[in-house]
Every structure is written in structure tokens, then in C-alpha cells.
């Protein structure tokens, strides 16, 4: 199998964009802001580029098809929420910036085909409206979702709170248009939900982070909107009852259970010292869960979560609870969970990780880490997720009175701690963000060999010339 | 992009079969029983091979890296229950026949991750069957299974009546091991929920059918039992209100609905011309559905069930309805859905089809469908199936007092007209079964050039020499 491709790219500044004017709109061309040159974590910064923004699929392949033949990189650019670099550059000649937000249509919905058709360019708080109103859910929710768009969404594979009950983004794609490295366009929007028609290219360019082309729309999934909602917090004995309690909740509630949040003890904690405001129903127990259940018009939330807490403390799962009494009780509940995040943000982390472990392993992951991030050094551990899915947001922080910058000696250490002991559970270093650029070493590290030859082998087969995204999930060659 | 693989394949006799002597035990041989050679449909059959049936993975890759340097076409056999052809050729010098047989042990069945590691040569039922003894569901039902293997069923994406609410085989499957076509081992086993590192090449793997790889063990995803079960049989006003009605069932009762099932008058009229011993609870409606529930510990099915049917009848959707009031009338119930594909069997079909459609457009295209058969000849069609996942089972059969053998000349007419209007509808030819030797044409016919281009080139990358079922979903060139 061939290695990723090495052949020269050149700029798309000068003829390559004067040459692109006859073919393209002028509405496509638009000025380099410095936020497409940016990420959030402001790791990359981009040093140029020619900024492309078609508002048709056809202005894509145009722009594809030319950079194909001049040999221009292409970097697709969705809400730029991206937390692992998969959308700046900076080692490249300048590249075209292909933006998606004007192939921004709501191309169809249909709640009797349970299905909806959308633009790249459409984003996510907006797909989650237009279902909606047309009285169904689309249900992936992310805190970034007010200005992600699908394209980027699907393109990463984004998670969240909801991938318990409804899967990821990959999960919640019927079916893709896209342009391919070539420039052919691919055609594959469909509502179907059984199409057995040859190899499933869906799933091949969702999660390939615009390395292997360009997603321009998508039919998503729609479904039944929960009418009768519920939640919880209750306080577990230990992180094993977590894992006891989701499965109690899940033999008894059925699909039901929508989200089963972890918290720990530490974020609780950052939550009193940095927003105070934020009101903790449970005080502040070693670990809780948060519960969400969203049912059909004869279900009882709140009588299943009563029958829940009395079989989990007879059990000695559960040691305290309280279930909302009312859709304002549960949405304080999800404050708690939602400010974390926050509180993190002002308490300042010296290393964030976003990983998965296999579900059954979670107390035993837990207990180790604490462990491997004490031989490096005296920190706080911030443990907090997504329990159903086994993924955790594994956050070291600073002593109270240090700051994080007093750490930037010991930052690879405990990366590499973690990601080490992620991996010696068979878990994942990279659960929902993706690779990026951020991970590429990591991939590299972690992955199966068999597994990134076969990647490498695909990529240099749809892409060539390497113009697709140089540098993101793959190293470049040469 | 490259075009498929045309270097000259050689027999497994002789040279190749004794130098694996070498390296395999001797139990890895076995003798070339004629079932091997066979297909259910007895449309193809095979000519020659050496059957290898190893043991391990490694096995396997000893066979696969062999195949690879003496250019040994490998076909991948499972359970032999494949409806296209995928898993015999006659067209090839002797190939090594891989059956999977012997790779068969359940290797981990773990209740608290909800997932289970499982040999390719596991069959179907057996693994339903440990997933029970655990507590735990493996919803994929299909007619074959107590012998279709699970290998054959990820490689065929295969479906089943439970689609609708857990997906098909693809969504089951958390990630698969498999003998790449170069020899090597991708150890995808994982029951992570959440992995974003790098391309999904288990999707890429499942519904290949065996051209880009071997898949020796996958982890499935288990669920959890439904405690309370029910069903119900609604006569309905015509199929469109088979969508209203399913909408509505999932508006009620969420993801409880298990299946739907749409069953035609002809269907009904034929089970008491062949089988008079299937009891119809509710006469021959012109068109009625199959309900299945399966709830939680505090669901109640059959007042869900009687709520949904006053609904629905008071929106002029239903026009009579029984209800299961026991485990015997569920099973009752399911008989007369099941016992359709053996009634059609006993008349003889000239044509039967396995395609899907929109489910929004499934009453214009049974209207349709009538009329292009018409234009054919005088002919009898049952269309029945899965319509909550717009998938019909719509076959052909003679009038009264005359064989399928009287029709031969019309067949091809048929399966045209039908696949015409099922493209013509955004549909898909292949809804199930897989694409395998017989549908090749068809999707040179109806898929999109972009996507077989991709195909082929994936095709070349993972496997230039052509050695991995060939023949199946592509052509091979030269």
C-alpha cells in the first residue's frame, strides 16, 4: 500500500485566484478575516489564504476541481469551533480556505420520512429548530451548537451529551453529498434506512476531518419528540454504582434514558469557588449523576425515577437523590452540569483530555489515573462525562493558589501519562473533538499499524495529489 | 482514480494448497462438500476450490498473505445463506473457499459494557442466544438465522424486521477485527461508543461483502431486554395511512415500537391457498400492519397499544384492530407475518425484489407499481415488508393456474420495470440483501458514477491485486 502523497503544493494566491474569477461568482470571494486564520484554543494560527465561500454544491467541485489541477491545498471551514486545529494551517502555501457558511439551505423536511436535508453550511442550533417545528428532534446537542455547522459536525464526528440514546453524528447521517478530491460530485442524499449498494462512503467521509473531500449536504435523521421529560440527581456510592445504576435505569426505563451525566466531587468544588451562584441541589457528594429521561405521551418520568431511586438505594447504589419536579428543577439540574465546563475555564487547566475507556472500566480508569497523575506531581483531577458512553473529560488543574503556567514543564508529562493509561484500557485518545492537527502524533502512537497503512492507502487513492486538508489525520509525507 | 484490478489470478490446486501445508494445521483443510459450491437461489454454482476453514485469525492471515503473493482468489463463506451470489464463483481458477466455520468462539459477553466479542463464524441464533443468558438483547432478527453467521451478516449489512428501532447490522456493530487483503490484522475489537481517531474502516469493511478484507470477530452492541412485550394487528384505510398510523405509534410510545409491518391482501389470500392452517385474526383487509412492542419494567404495552388504536381509528386511520392479549397471540400474530415468504414459495415467484423507497413515498410507488406491471402482463404482486424502513418485499407471481416457467420470457421486463421505478423514486435496489454476483449490473446501472469511481479506487488501494472475492459488488476489469 502507498504512502500518503508528497508532491508539491502551490499557493492559491495570484493565478490560481485569478484564474478561479472567470469561473465563480463574485459573492465567493470574500476578505481573510483573522478568525479563519484562528482556533479556539489558539494553538494554530494560519498565516494566509485565499478565502472561498460558494453558496452552491457545483461552486464547490469548481474550486476543488481547480485546486486539483494546480495543485492548491484545500482547508474546509465550517463554524471554526474545532478544538483540535482540523480547520488552520500554517505550514502550507497559501491555501484556499473553503468556508460552507453561505451553502447554508434547509433543503428539505419531511416528518412523515422522519428525515431532513441540509447544507453544510446549516448550523446545528438551526437544524435543531427547523425539526422543531416540524414536530420532530434532531437530537444531537453540543455546547458549541450555536455556531458549528453540519458539515464541520459530521466531518468530526461530534458527540455530546445525547450519544447514550441517539447515537453520534455519524449515527444521525442518512446519507452525504460531497465533493470529492477530484471534483466529482458524490450524490448521496437519501432518506433510505436500508441501501445495501456498495461500499458505504458515508461513513468513510464522516470522521475524515475534509481529508478525503468535502461534505456540501447531508439527510439527517429526525425523531419522535420526548413529550413527557424528567430528571435527576442522585448521589452514588462510587463510580462502579454509576455503572450498576445506568444499567438499573436502562433494564427499567428502556431507551427512555437520555443523557447519564458523572460528576465528581472536584468540579463541584470549582463550581462553589467560581460561581457561586450556581445552586447545587445535592451539596456536594464525593460523585453523583446527573439523569435525563425524555419518554413517549404514556410514559411517567418522574414515577420512573422515584422506582428508579427506590430500587438503587435498597441496592446500595444510591445514597441521596432528588428528581425534578418541575422543567425549571431540571433545567437548574443541568446548570450544574453545563457550568462546569466553565468553572473549569476560570479555574485553568494545565492539561484537558478528551478520551474514551471501555464503560466497564471507568472506576478501575479512575482509580489509576488518580494515581499516575500523583507520580508526576501534586495536582487537582476534575473527572467528569459522559458515563453511557464511557467518555470522559479528564482535566488536570493547578494546586489552589498555582496556576497553570507553573506546570508548563510537566503539561506533556501528564498528556502522555493519560493518553498511556487510556490506552492500556483499550480506550480512546481522541473520543469526540478528532485528530486535527492536534493528534496527529498520538494517531500515530495509539493506532493499530494495520489501521493507519489502510488509511494512508485510501487517502492517497481518493487524493493524490494530497490537496484535501494537507496535515490534518495523517502526516504529511516527504 | 484507478480502475479495478486485472492481473491474472491462479489455482489454489496444486502448489499453493501444498505449501500451506507448511504453515496450517492439518484440521484447517477440509473437504469441498457440494454445499460449499452452492447458493440458495441456484443461480450460481461453484466448479472448484480448495476449502480452507482455519481456526484463528492468524489462520487467516497465513491464507490471506499466501493468496496475496500466488495471486489465489479468496471467497469468504459464512453461513451460506447469502440471497446475491456473493459467496460462490464459477468464473475464477480454483479459489481458496474461506469458510469461516471453525472461527466461532464467543470470546467476551459483558452485561455492564453492553457488548459482546464474538468470532465471525458464530452463528446468528447462538449469539442471541448468549446475549440472553446474560440479560441482555442482540436485536438483529433475520429468517436465516440459525445459520447465517455473524461474519456474513456484517459483510452483507444484513437487516431484518427489527430495523426500525435498533438499526441493521452496521448499527450493531461497535468495531470489527478482520485480515486485511496484504495479510496484515486490523484489530478494530473495541466496545468504545465514542472514537474519533482517524477514518471508520469498520463501516468501510461492513457491507463490502469480502472485497476488501476477511472480517474474523467484531464487538456487538447489546441492549437491554424488553420486559413487557405486546403486539397488535390494525386493518388500515390504505398504505398511507400506515405512515400516519407509525407516526403516530412513535409520537405515543417513543422508541418502543420494535417493528411495523405492512402486510397486503394478496399476502393473506395466499397464505389460505397454501397454508390454511394460519389462522388470520383479522380476515383479509385489503392492507393491515403488524405492531411490536417491547417496553421497560413500567411500560404497559397493551393499554399503549388500545390507546394508540382509539386514536388512531377516531382519525379515520385504522377500521379494526385486535390486540395480543398474551404471549401466544403476540407469537399468533408474528406466524401469520412469517409464514408469507413460505406462502409465496409455494406459489412461485417469477420475479421478487428486495428494494426500499422513501417511506413517505411508499403508497404512490405501490400505486405506481401496479400500473408498470400491468403494462406487462396479467400478474399477481405481494408487497409486503418493513415499513418503517421503507423497505418492501415486492414480488411477481403467475395468475391463477399458471407457473412461474409460463413467465420466463417476462422476467427480466419485470425486474427492470421495477427497479426503473424504484430509482425513479430515490430508492435502492439492493435493500438488504447486498449487491453480491447478481446485482453487479444493477449497480453499474444505478449507482452514481462518482461513488463506483470511489469504490474502484478504494477497491485497487486495499487490494491491487484483486484477490478478495472477486467478482462480487464490482466487476472485474480486463
Redesign the interface.
Known amino acids: ?2 504512502d500518503t502523497p508528497t508532491e508539491t503544493l502551490t499557493t492559491a494566491k495570484g493565478t490560481f485566484a485569478d484564474g478561479l474569477r472567470d469561473h465563480l461568482p463574485a459573492a465567493a470571494f470574500r476578505d481573510l478575516e483573522p478568525r479563519y486564520l484562528e482556533e479556539p484554543r489558539g494553538r494554530w494560527a494560519g498565516t494566509d489564504g485565499l478565502l472561498l465561500a460558494p453558496a452552491t454544491t457545483e461552486e464547490v467541485a469548481i474550486i476543488i476541481k481547480a485546486a486539483q489541477q494546480a495543485r492548491v491545498a484545500v482547508i474546509p471551514y465550517g463554524g471554526g469551533t474545532g478544538l483540535v486545529g482540523g480547520q488552520v494551517s500554517s505550514d502550507l502555501p497559501a491555501p484556499v480556505i473553503l468556508s460552507l457558511e453561505r451553502l447554508n439551505k434547509v433543503r428539505n423536511v ?6 431532513m436535508t441540509v447544507e453544510a453550511g446549516v448550523i446545528l442550533q438551526q437544524a435543531q429548530e427547523v425539526a422543531e417545528e416540524a ?1 420532530r428532534l434532531f437530537p444531537l446537542t453540543i455546547a458549541s451548537q450555536g455556531s458549528a455547522r453540519i458539515g464541520g459536525i459530521l466531518s ?2 461530534a ?1 455530546g451529551v445525547n ?2 440514546r441517539y447515537g ?1 453524528a ?2 444521525l447521517c442518512l446519507g452525504v453529498e460531497a465533493v ?1 478530491p ?1 471534483g ?5 442524499l ?12 458515508r ?2 467521509l ?3 476531518e475534509g481529508t ?1 473531500g468535502v461534505i456540501t449536504a447531508a439527510t439527517l435523521k429526525l425523531m ?4 413527557r421529560t424528567g430528571a435527576a440527581m442522585m448521589a452514588i456510592r462510587d463510580p462502579a454504582a454509576a ?2 445504576l445506568l ?1 438499573m435505569a ?7 434514558v437520555s443523557a447519564f451525566e458523572l460528576i465528581g466531587r472536584m468540579g463541584l468544588d470549582f463550581l462553589a469557588e467560581t460561581m457561586p451562584e450556581v445552586r447545587l441541589p445535592l451539596g456536594w457528594p464525593e460523585w453523583s449523576v446527573l439523569i435525563d429521561l ?7 418520568p418522574a ?2 425515577l422515584e ?1 428508579l431511586f427506590e430500587a438503587a438505594f435498597d441496592a446500595g447504589l444510591v445514597t441521596d437523590g432528588v428528581i425534578a419536579q418541575s422543567e425549571g428543577q431540571r433545567h437548574d439540574f443541568w446548570t450544574v452540569r453545563e457550568s462546569i465546563p466553565e468553572a473549569n475555564r476560570r479555574i485553568g487547566s494545565i492539561s484537558s483530555h478528551d478520551i ?5 472500566s471507568i472506576p478501575d480508569f479512575i482509580r489509576d489515573g488518580t494515581g499516575v497523575i500523583a507520580k508526576i506531581g501534586d495536582f487537582r483531577i476534575n473527572c467528569f462525562g ?1 458515563v ?4 470522559l473529560h479528564y482535566n488536570v488543574f493547578p494546586m489552589p493558589g498555582r496556576s497553570r503556567s507553573d506546570h508548563d514543564d510537566q503539561r506533556d508529562a501528564i498528556k502522555t501519562a493519560v493518553h498511556d493509561l487510556t490506552h492500556s484500557y ?10 486535527g492537527r492536534l ?1 496527529v502524533g ?2 500515530e502512537t ?10 494512508r ?2 487517502k ?3 487524493d493524490p495529489a494530497g490537496i484535501m486538508n494537507p496535515g490534518a ?1 495523517l502526516r504529511r509525507a516527504g
Open positions: 500500500m502507498k419531511d416528518p412523515v420520512e422522519n428525515a414536530g468530526t464526528n458527540g450519544v447514550l453520534n455519524r449515527d470529492l477530484d466529482s460530485i458524490l450524490q448521496g437519501s432518506p433510505l434506512r436500508k441501501n445495501n449498494t456498495g461500499y458505504d462512503l461513513h468513510l464522516i470522521g475524515a478525503l419522535p419528540r420526548p413529550v455503572l450498576d444499567n436502562r433494564d427499567r426505563i428502556g431507551e427512555g425524555g419518554l413517549g405521551a404514556s410514559g411517567d414515577a420512573a422506582g474514551s475507556v471501555p464503560i466497564a459522559h453511557g458512553d464511557g467518555n483499550g480506550g480512546s485518545v481522541s473520543a469526540e473533538h478528532g485528530v493528534k498520538d494517531l495509539y493506532v493499530d499499524p494495520a489501521k493507519l497503512a489502510a488509511m492507502a485510501i492517497a487513492a481518493l489525520v
